[in-house]
């Protein structure tokens, strides 16, 4: 079993149109995370997954790089593009494990790799992904931060924007003293005969509702599991984020 890190980068941002080609620091954002990736020797390869010849021709200079279709709806799907445009170069079998990699976390820790592959150990697992614990009140009622309720056995039961759960006759305001909840910190990594078995379902019901892809593989039946990580990167979504990085990295 190998696994294989891909890195969806995107041209056409609604909120930060060329995102990917962002410097920050005298490098690139996709460089950064491409240079993170190959940090840890957990992963065979890295390769960054593209629809525009722009960053193509930009990636090409320092790595492996491929062009994918403009019309993936999600990361996911062009993780699987990817995945396939490789599978002959490097070997890539139906065990093999599929890391996709955020491409707008310029300082994503290896650490974060590594702990997500090793969930793979057992042969049961087929989708895995990372959370936290959530820290503050303003985090939990973020409808920006996911949050994730979990089984006892470490399978997620449903992520929500909204917090969850409610916590019935407690004060909002106390809610992050009375319970541990938990954010979900965007990372996948899924075997490659999961991932193409994912990328045919159609969008579901709670999908629609939440925005938010993992509920369409929980609502078909497909268990996801969770680590929690005490790692948490700066996600880059808007050009104000970029600045306020690049102003802490001063």
């Not at 062009?78 to 890391?99: H, S």
């Not at 407690?170 to 990372?187: P, S």
Request: proline letters at 5%; hydrophobic letters at 40%.
């Amino acid at each position: 079993m190998q696994f294989i890190g891909i890195i969806p980068a995107r041209y056409a941002s609604t909120r930060f149109p060329g995102k990917p080609l962002a410097e920050i620091a005298g490098k690139s954002m996709v460089r950064r995370v491409y240079e993170q990736a190959q940090k840890t020797d957990k992963l065979a390869h890295v390769v960054v997954a593209t629809d525009n010849q722009r960053i193509y021709d930009h990636v090409s200079e320092f790595g492996y790089v491929v062009i994918t279709s403009p019309d993936h709806p999600s990361g996911t799907d062009r993780c699987f593009e990817a995945a396939m445009l490789m599978a002959k170069e490097w070997g890539i079998d139906q065990e093999d494990v599929i890391v996709n990699i955020q491409g707008d976390e310029p300082f994503i820790h290896p650490e974060q790799i590594e702990l997500i592959c090793s969930l793979f150990n057992d042969p049961s697992v087929e989708i895995a992904t990372l959370i936290k614990p959530v820290a503050s009140s303003d985090e939990l009622f973020n409808e920006n931060v996911v949050k994730v309720v979990k089984g006892f056995d470490g399978k997620a039961v449903y992520f929500s924007r909204h917090p969850v759960p409610f916590l019935r006759g407690v004060e909002k305001e106390l809610w992050i003293t009375r319970h541990t909840f938990f954010k979900h910190i965007g990372m996948y990594a899924y075997r490659m005969k999961t991932l193409e078995k994912l990328i045919k379902l159609k969008v579901s019901a709670l999908e629609k509702a939440e925005s938010l892809e993992q509920l369409r593989w929980i609502e078909n039946g497909f268990p996801l599991f969770t680590e929690v990580t005490g790692h948490e990167s700066a996600a880059i979504d808007t050009p104000e984020d970029l600045e306020k990085l690049i102003s802490n990295l001063k």
